[in-house]
């Protein structure tokens, strides 16, 4: 089935391009472009095409009843649960389908005639927790058809026991706070006072109060584990089911889809459960499940071309539950998209605080206490999840009581840039309870006791469940927060859920507190501990993340001669040769060739704006900087970046929010936006800022042009402290004085203790690192002390005796880099050979003398003196390559004896 769908995938994109703009094809086109997909692409088009033919014509085999199955009879076939696809399948697949895709749709109608659709139906999913069998042959469908397209749009099945949790839990909580014997069986109804339809006035209606809504339906899980879990509530009344359905079932259960396809298998698979529970649609009835985008308003369309009516019409349907409907529960698992297209006016208001379909102002996510964040970027608020946790939020608001039900991306649970969706959210609801899966093979997360963690997705990003509950909201007060862990194996874990609910979960509450508010358990005493320190940002407010480069091939390389060269030659190349011989694919929003050779040009291509850069812990690189902004590189961060060209600096190399290993290093150059982790951003915070009355980022400043970047309030502060005077520029005398690099250096020995690093690991890891302040001038000089030595270790400007050999002569080709550890003590090693451990860069050459702590040594998340050589594979190390790597293992060799130094000078913590 999947390679026929790929073959009419291809004859559909041949078809479209033959034709005019005034064809069939061009013409169903603009129609979903208008209604729900605005920026649709051809290629896309032929694929939801394609799938939808693919899906049309398995729905109507599933549901087939007559001898022998054909594309023409296919359209009669569909269930008349869904009166949409039933048109657009006759429009798209019927007697006007085009002559050249007729032979590959009738192949496949053959192909579902053949097959013993019934017993593929019962083998699917039986050794899995994928149970749901409709939903698994999706899945494995979409992995056949197109691997790639799978994974860029998430399609992943929600597996059966975290959709039980959650359904299980929602039921459980209908019963417990609002009363409701029945749960999500419950048929009770309220009075509705709502406009009229037509004409002036309002007018009272009666409806159900338990309304149920998965705003991102994919192929139906939820809806298919609710319909499951109200019918077993009608064991022994069997005969009082069909009339259930009808009257209370069917009118009050919605789901909105954005794609064809998974639209389609929800309708099949929610028609095929009912029909197996013994109940028969008559003529007029449809499942509530609406082909449209929940994070638009959509807007009836009149004269259009009765396909695109069809689409407007069936988006109208949907938008008056958004607008109307008293939905209480809102429950699903919405997709994740860090780069959302889901930029509409109305979501992206709701985000901000307000309202465009009542005016009013509401929750606002870009506001903390009141004040905006103040994030210099803030997408990830943008994220398509945080989009749906909103318009749920919203519309049970709109409610007035309600249950939110998701399992998300759990980003927002700790991230710094969600506090203002987490104070949102705790000022519209009374309780929320977060069940933390874990399972973020990006964060390398494990359990508690050091065993492999799994995600219950085959996905790396780590998920939660969110169970959000608005009584009748006292305003004011805010919600109670309760937050639990689930640790280990997916199996395990699949256990866990399929075995509780929120009844019997190990909820713990949490007292969330500005200005994070956040949603994991913390340690108040040592938080308030914590606090007491100063934000290093407050210390030194002028800073910024990392250049980004978004071509590293191109704009970073080994020397000053190689990058000299590649610009020369980049820049005057016609653009397509450029962008072929430089492997520099297809253009982006914030970095394009035409852009990057205009830059290099109106530089002049001088070789003053030759640049080393902090590409790696230890690895120096050399770059073109020209400071423009999306030119020859993407984000240059010309205004912070050029203090560290103007004239001699250092700067803190730090990580904020951290999904690997928080640290701190140092810099005596720019630094790119990885240079400490391949998964955190890192920003650099520089000592000095330099002035210049021209401005030319490359002039070399005059003495007395520079000054401390450290804020008046932080040294009146310290100063008071340790009742020192500061200098403005240098050292202090330590006696009567202290300096700016005074400070730099004690801030880099606190931030290296490791007792620092563990007491505060679960705060340092969400912001910026605080740094208590001493009042014991011995201890700060100590500190002063170990700081500078630590930084000049770490810039390589003064190193202990090279203890590490480099024994066994060859072509110094890194080529396979591993570690051999230590000689047992006993018997001695062979004379000649060293005692502590070998690091191979090939099958013959290695540098003896390394010891294991040394080897294993991280700087963020980098693994030293490992990253260092495996960057270097399949190339020849030179005098000074090996010469530097030895004098990295010993720079690291004397930090981890510094930091123990630290923590004896320290002391007892809290730091006095």
């Known amino acids: 089935m999947a390679a026929l769908a790929r073959l009419i995938r291809t ?54 009843t007559g001898a022998h199955f054909t594309r023409t009879h296919a359209a009669y076939d569909l269930p008349k649960t869904n009166p949409f696809l039933r048109k657009l399948f006759a429009h798209i697949a019927g007697p006007e389908l085009d002559e050249r895709i007729v032979w590959a749709v009738d192949n496949l109608a053959e192909l579902l005639n053949r097959a013993d659709i019934s017993a593929i139906l019962q083998d699917f999913g039986r050794a899995t927790r994928q149970e749901d069998p409709v939903v698994h042959f999706y899945e494995t469908f979409l992995g056949a058809y197109d691997q790639k397209m799978r994974e860029a749009r998430g399609v992943y099945y929600t597996p059966e026991p975290v959709v039980s949790y959650i359904v299980r839990s929602v039921d459980a909580i209908l019963k417990k706070d609002f009363k409701l014997s029945a749960g999500l069986a419950d048929s009770s109804k309220v009075k509705l006072t709502r406009p009229k339809q037509r004409g002036k006035g309002t007018e009272t209606i009666e409806t159900h109060k338990v309304q149920i809504l998965d705003p991102a339906t994919g192929t139906g899980t939820f809806l298919y584990s609710v319909i499951g879990q109200i019918y077993q509530t009608f064991a022994g009344n069997k005969g009082m089911w069909p009339g259930y359905v009808q009257e209370n079932l069917l009118p009050r259960v919605y789901g909105f889809e954005l794609l064809m396809a998974p639209y389609a298998v929800a309708h099949m698979k929610l028609g095929l459960l009912l029909r197996e529970t013994g109940y028969d649609f008559s003529s007029d009835e449809r499942l509530r499940v609406f082909l449209t985008n929940t994070l638009e308003e959509a807007h009836e369309l009149t004269g259009l071309p009765l396909f695109t009516q069809w689409l407007s019409e069936e988006a109208s349907s949907a938008n008056q539950v958004k607008k109307e409907t008293p939905v209480m529960v809102v429950l699903g698992n919405p997709p994740y998209s860090g780069e959302s297209a889901n930029t509409g006016e109305w979501i992206a208001g709701l985000l901000r605080g307000s309202d ?254 030759l640049a080393p850069v902090l590409y790696r812990p230890f690895d120096t690189r050399h770059t073109y900087y020209t400071g423009n902004s999306r030119g020859f590189h993407c984000m240059p961060r010309g205004e912070v970046m050029r203090q560290m060209l103007a004239g001699k600096n250092l700067a803190l190399t730090v990580t904020r929010v951290t999904k690997d290993k928080w640290d701190v290093s140092v810099s005596d150059c720019i630094i790119g936006h990885k240079a400490l982790s391949a998964y955190d951003i890192t920003s650099l915070i520089p000592l000095y800022i330099y002035s210049s009355a021209k401005n030319d980022l490359f002039e070399e400043s005059a003495a007395g042009k520079r000054r401390a970047n450290l804020t008046p309030e932080f040294i009146a502060d310290f100063s008071a402290r340790l009742q020192l005077d500061f200098v403005p520029d240098g050292y202090g005398d330590m006696r ?167 923590d004896d000078a320290i002391g007892e913590w809290p730091l006095q």
């Open 736 to 902: 009567k004085t202290f300096g700016p690099e005074d400070v730099f250096h004690y801030a880099y020995a606190v931030f290296h203790s490791p007792n620092y690093r563990s007491r505060y690991a679960e705060f340092l890891k969400m912001d910026f690192p605080r740094l208590p302040l001493t009042r014991d001038v011995a201890l700060f000089r100590s500190l002063c002390a170990s700081g500078k030595e630590l930084v000049a270790l770490h810039l390589m400007e003064q190193l202990p005796k090279l203890e590490t050999s480099y024994p066994v002569a060859g072509d110094n080709m890194v080529d396979n880099v591993r570690y051999t550890e230590p000689s047992p003590p006993a018997p001695p090693p062979p004379a000649g050979e060293g005692s502590k451990g070998r690091v191979w860069i090939n099958r013959t050459q290695y540098f003896d003398n390394v010891p294991p702590e040394v080897w294993g040594y991280h700087i963020g998340g980098y693994q030293v003196c490992q990253k260092w050589l495996k960057d270097r594979k399949g190339r020849q190390l030179s005098y000074d390559d090996l010469t530097h790597y030895r004098g990295i293992v010993a720079a690291l060799a004397r930090t981890i004896e510094l930091q123990a130094a630290i």
């Open 11 to 64: 004859i559909i994109g041949k078809t479209f391009a033959e034709e005019g703009e005034q064809g069939a094809l061009h013409e169903q086109m603009e129609g979903f472009r208008k209604v729900l997909l605005h920026d649709l692409t051809a290629e896309q088009f032929g694929d939801m095409y394609a799938q939808t033919i693919c899906y049309g014509l398995f729905a109507a085999r599933c549901n087939s």
């Open 356 to 609: 465009s379909t009542t005016g009013q102002k509401t929750g606002n996510y870009f506001e903390v206490d009141g004040a905006p964040l103040g994030e210099r970027n803030p997408k990830w608020l943008n994220d398509d999840y945080v989009k749906f946790i909103r318009f749920a939020q919203w519309r049970i608001e709109q409610t007035g009581y309600g249950v939110l039900a998701f399992v998300t991306n759990h980003g927002y649970l700790d991230n710094p840039t969600f506090r203002g969706m987490r104070q949102s959210l705790m000022q519209s609801f009374d309780d929320i309870y977060l069940l933390d899966l874990h399972g973020n093979s990006k964060k390398k997360e494990k359990s508690p006791d050091g065993s492999k963690d799994e995600n219950v997705f085959d996905i790396q990003q780590g998920v939660a469940i969110g169970l959000f509950v608005k009584r009748g909201k006292v305003q004011g007060k805010p919600a109670k927060v309760y937050h639990a862990d689930l640790y280990g194996t997916r199996e395990d874990k699949y256990a866990v859920l399929a075995e509780h609910d929120i009844n019997s979960s190990p909820w713990e509450e949490l007292h969330p507190q500005a200005p994070f508010y956040l949603f994991v358990p913390q340690d108040e005493a040592v938080r308030a501990e914590y606090e007491q320190g100063w934000k290093i940002t407050d210390i030194m407010p002028v800073n910024s993340v990392g250049i980004v480069t978004a071509r590293d091939a191109l704009t970073i390389h080994w020397s000053n001669e190689d990058i000299w060269r590649t610009v020369n030659d980049f820049a005057h190349l016609p653009v397509e040769e450029a962008r072929e011989k430089y492997a520099l694919g297809a253009d982006a929003r914030d970095w394009q060739v035409v852009l990057a050779q205009a830059d290099l040009k109106e530089s002049g291509l001088t070789k003053a704006k």
